[in-house]
């Protein structure tokens, strides 16, 4: 297995195409990084520490923009928008059959007619969360106040930087390898390694030793656990009937075997409940410190309460990740297709008839891995709040959004990377 490892090492760093793209991947994480750093006019710093110190849906904010949001950079945004109106433009594909044949049957110019309506739609959406999370930091004394020529420049500041992320993340895609958004969002996560691992040192109390060393085994544990089960395949046995006509009517036959992920999805529902949750708190929190209507006030302060209680959020919290499983696997699993596809090329699967009933047979163990799928990625995803509560230690937090986020990347890009290596050979 070692020497294995080394051959696809040097298989990787020797071919001069793969190293093209790492060098671009790089180079545009760079840009990305300093594009953090450069903060929106006006800011006041010593309040928004204050802000952000202790505001747990600011922190969430913040992973969408890579850490842009605490230094309140021009991208402070992220890629939040971008994600929200895929997730708006897939929902419309289920309910749309002109959209659904666009995005599936149209070939490359339907995606990319598809993708264009979804660039429209995160414009849209960015200008409506950029003037809402702008509002709220006005109302804090953060940023100057709406209306103002200063704020409305902010808006289409950040509203340019959002839009800039996206296209970032495109050229990933594009030029690079793996998803770009997804290695955006990784590359804030990483990025913030350092600064947590110096808060847990600088709050560390020697009494609770065992504590820090029970987290460290539990730590290893989870993540064996998350890279175990996103690795996990229920393989469906398929045989390929072959006829032969030498020297008279020959059948033969090949077995193989189809793989059913038991996480389809990969971490796509987190991203989807993320964007999802933050969306509509962000909105309320700005309509809670309006005066246009007391209406609208108290409609937005009693959102942003119910959200803010941490039993009440992690159960939701929970459910939408569990039930955007389900959602996410229907959208890229089609059972239909795959019993077509079987049927054309002349293969079935032993004791089911094809067409209909394979597709059933297909489509029933989907939704049963799914469920157990589902429910691993909706506890890793509130297991941080499960353990702060347990432990007390609010410097403590294993698993999260995050660490899957971080685990479904790398073994992506190595799969991607051990794909195009041996392409390379052959």
Not at 171 to 189: H, K, Q, R, T, Y
Not at 208 to 230: D, N
Not at 289 to 295: K, L
Request: aromatic residues 10%; hydrophobic residues 55%; contains cysteine.
């Amino acid at each position: 297995m070692f020497q294995t490892f080394i051959k696809k090492c040097k298989a990787i760093f020797t071919d001069r195409q793969i190293v093209l793209r790492l060098v671009f991947i790089l180079a545009i994480l760079i840009v990305f990084r300093m594009l953090t750093s450069i903060p929106v006019p006006g800011v006041n710093p010593g309040e928004l520490a204050q802000f952000l110190s202790n505001n747990q849906f600011f922190g969430f904010l913040n992973i969408f923009s890579g850490g842009g949001l605490t230094s309140l950079s021009i991208v402070l945004l992220g890629v939040g928008p971008f994600i929200t109106a895929s997730i708006i433009m897939q929902l419309l594909t289920l309910m749309s059959p002109k959209l659904k044949e666009l995005y599936h049957e149209s070939g490359e110019m339907g995606r990319r007619t598809f993708n264009q309506y979804s660039r429209y739609v995160t414009v849209a959406l960015a200008i409506i969360q950029g003037t809402a999370l702008l509002s709220v930091l006005a109302g804090k004394g953060i940023l100057p106040a709406l209306p103002s020529v200063q704020a409305f420049v902010n808006i289409a500041i950040v509203v340019a930087g959002s839009f800039l992320m996206m296209w970032l993340g495109e050229l990933i895609s594009e030029f690079g390898i793996g998803n770009g958004v997804s290695i955006i969002i990784f590359a804030g996560i990483v990025a913030r390694i350092p600064n947590d691992i110096n808060q847990a040192l600088f709050s560390y109390d020697p009494s609770q030793l065992p504590l820090y060393i029970g987290f460290a085994i539990l730590a290893v544990i989870i993540v064996a656990a998350v890279v175990m089960i996103t690795e996990a395949e229920r393989l469906v046995p398929v045989t390929y009937a072959k006829q032969q006509a030498r020297q008279g009517y020959v059948s033969t036959s090949t077995s193989s075997h189809i793989p059913l992920r038991m996480n389809q999805a990969g971490v796509m529902p987190i991203i989807f409940t993320l964007s999802i949750l933050m969306f509509p708190k962000l909105i309320a929190t700005a309509m809670a410190a309006s005066t246009v209507h007391p209406v609208l006030a108290s409609v937005g302060t009693a959102v942003t309460t119910f959200l803010s209680n941490q039993l009440y959020y992690g159960i939701l919290y929970f459910v939408l990740v569990f039930v955007f499983t389900y959602f996410y696997t229907a959208v890229t699993f089609d059972a239909d297709a795959m019993a077509t596809n079987l049927q054309k090329s002349g293969a079935f699967i032993p004791n089911v008839r094809p067409g209909a009933p394979t597709a059933e047979f297909v489509g029933t163990i989907m939704s049963r891995i799914t469920f157990f799928g589902g429910l691993f990625l909706a506890v890793i995803a509130v297991l941080p709040q499960i353990f702060q509560g347990i432990s007390g230690n609010q410097n403590l937090a294993i698993g999260g959004t995050a660490l899957l986020i971080v685990v479904s990347v790398i073994i992506d890009l190595l799969k991607k990377l051990s794909a195009q290596a041996s392409m390379s050979e052959y």
